[in-house]
């Protein structure tokens, strides 16, 4: 499995401070059956994250993990929010899109339900060669989720749930309803640390996925779509 949304590079924004938390949720990743997690530090304006230096950020976590016998690869991304895309120049986006690929970013939308203004964003987005993936949309739900997600879907953006929210949706839960409609498209895991907080795990966000979505529109999400993403690819539609 690819977990494409991991605060995991340690010192940038809201995860771990050390080294020893973010060789913990590696550890953690590992277990659970994940191969690949994407770093993907907040992009925002409440956190100095500096662009150019996600690459030897990510380098220094994967070369600590190999020292330490840790089968897990890091991928280089962001969580770039809403609010500072139209900042960033060409060149920046390409450093934060998911795999450093230059396809697609994982957008953080504004507080607050859905609205206009994401949807216009993605436009200006595609305009300048980039695909959107929406983070954790159960944090901005609205009364009108189903359409604000139909919409965003309709201009290609996929919609990327937390996987500890799926996992423990009940039996009649929305996000499952949106599941068997076709608005989720991937998980991820959003962890920040590995003592407290949302773990490090996929696993059981598809195992819950599975009871409602057929096998081959899991797989897709699990398999194919992650390490499209990573390289920057477009996708096949979904079974």
Do not use: N
Not at 14 to 37: K, L, Y
Not at 177 to 188: K, N, Q, W, Y
């Amino acid at each position: 499995m690819i977990d494409l949304h991991c605060h995991i590079l340690p010192g940038l924004d809201d995860g771990p401070a050390g080294i020893e938390d973010s060789v913990a949720m590696a550890r953690q990743a590992e277990q659970d059956g994940i191969a690949v997690v994407c770093a993907t530090p907040h992009i925002r304006h409440d956190h100095v994250v500096p662009i150019d230096a996600l690459a030897a950020h990510v380098g220094a976590l994967q070369h600590e993990l190999t020292e330490r016998g840790v089968g897990v690869s890091i991928a280089p991304g962001g969580e770039l929010a809403a609010t500072e895309a139209d900042r960033l120049s060409d060149t920046e986006l390409r450093l934060v899109s998911l795999g450093a690929a230059g396809g697609w970013l994982l957008l953080e939308p504004a507080p607050g339900p859905l609205g206009e203004e994401l949807e216009d964003l993605v436009r200006r987005l595609k305009a300048r060669g980039y695909a959107a993936i929406i983070a954790h949309p159960e944090r901005h739900a609205g009364a009108d989720l189903e359409q604000r997600l139909g919409a965003l879907a309709s201009l290609g953006c996929l919609i990327q749930w937390t996987a500890a929210f799926i996992a423990e949706a009940g039996a009649d839960d929305v996000a499952l309803h949106l599941a068997r409609d076709g608005l989720v498209h991937l998980l991820g895991s959003d962890a920040h640390s590995p003592r407290f907080g949302r773990p490090v795990r996929l696993a059981s966000g598809f195992r819950r996925l599975a009871r409602v979505c057929a096998p081959a529109r899991v797989a897709w999400m699990r398999d194919y779509a992650p390490r499209a993403v990573l390289g920057g690819r477009a996708l096949t539609a979904a079974p």
